[in-house]
């Protein structure tokens, strides 16, 4: 079976302050901002939630098709994507355009202060969803035309999908959300998201989850919440060999989400392989720099939770 990823492609440009940004900007003189910050350290990595979903459900073993748009500059990450064995052939060159850039600065404790270019998203409407036997999908942050369409043709085609707002939510009115939530069979959001969801549509948790199979709501280092059935399954958090890098960490769960349920797995187990997915992205900078066998996955599975799958 084929998962069918709607999402964005883009260059992450990461530089690295060796200092605090509030002993550089007075609050009192922001009105008058001009202001430069020397980093030294600087790196440029691969992302976009829809190369870091395949990226990942590639890892477990699944066949990702990555749906998305992208500028003239993508030659290095689509040599990436091949080396990685991943299908290119549903992501579309927009002429004139640059793949979508995040500029992110980050000073010693942490902050950032990010500057996103779209790009070559922007037109993520132009490819359509193909329609697979058998094949399930995912719409993730993207163009908002695009996220709009595709959902609208998974649902169409009568494929089953996660609806993944992510930082794309504030886009959409509370009938617009809610429209996806019809549309879609699953939808998954994590904390703030999810109070985000509820406060757009007037809904709560429990009342949108009724709306869809299942809602997944993750909560980073206390685990997830998956209301099903009428229920709440508590997911624990998987245990990480360190934190370095959060940046990619939803993407690697939602990887493992589309891997149980490519296979039919019940949710206690699906949700444990996301969870896990989540621990051993953060113990690497980067969203694609991670890399396991499924052999060494299930050993990692086991040592974490105590039995297999």
Request: glycine share 12%.
């Amino acid at each position: 079976m084929t998962a069918l990823i709607s999402g964005s492609l883009a260059f992450d440009t990461i530089m690295v302050f060796q200092d605090r940004f509030r002993n550089h900007i007075l609050p009192d003189q922001v009105h008058i901002l001009n202001i430069s910050f020397l980093v030294p350290q600087m790196r440029r990595e691969f992302g976009g939630c829809a190369g870091n979903i395949a990226y990942n459900l590639r890892l477990l073993g699944g066949r990702p098709l990555i749906l998305a748009t992208v500028g003239e500059d993508f030659g290095p990450y689509a040599e990436w994507l091949g080396a990685c064995g991943l299908d290119t052939s549903h992501i579309k060159t927009i002429a004139g355009t640059y793949t979508a850039q995040a500029y992110i600065t980050t000073d010693i404790d942490d902050n950032q202060i990010t500057a996103f270019h779209p790009g070559a998203m922007s037109h993520a409407h132009e490819v359509d969803v193909p329609t697979l036997p058998g094949s399930i999908g995912i719409v993730a942050p993207n163009g908002r035309e695009g996220m709009v369409q595709h959902a609208r043709q998974f649902h169409e085609a009568g494929i089953p999908f996660i609806f993944d707002p992510g930082q794309g939510l504030p886009m959409f009115s509370g009938e617009e959300l809610l429209t996806f939530i019809e549309q879609a069979t699953w939808v998954a959001v994590n904390d703030y998201e999810s109070r985000l969801l509820q406060e757009r549509t007037g809904l709560s948790l429990e009342a949108l989850a009724a709306k869809v199979e299942a809602l997944v709501v993750t909560r980073g280092a206390e685990g997830s919440w998956i209301f099903v059935d009428g229920g709440r399954i508590d997911i624990p958090a998987a245990p990480a060999t360190a934190v370095v890098d959060p940046t990619g960490c939803g993407d690697a769960y939602r990887a493992g989400m589309l891997y149980g349920l490519l296979h039919g797995l019940p949710w206690e187990v699906t949700g444990r392989i996301a969870s896990l997915m989540g621990a051993i992205k953060i113990a690497h900078a980067g969203t694609q720099n991670h890399r396991f066998t499924l052999d060494e996955f299930r050993v990692r599975y086991r040592q974490a939770f105590g039995s297999d799958f």
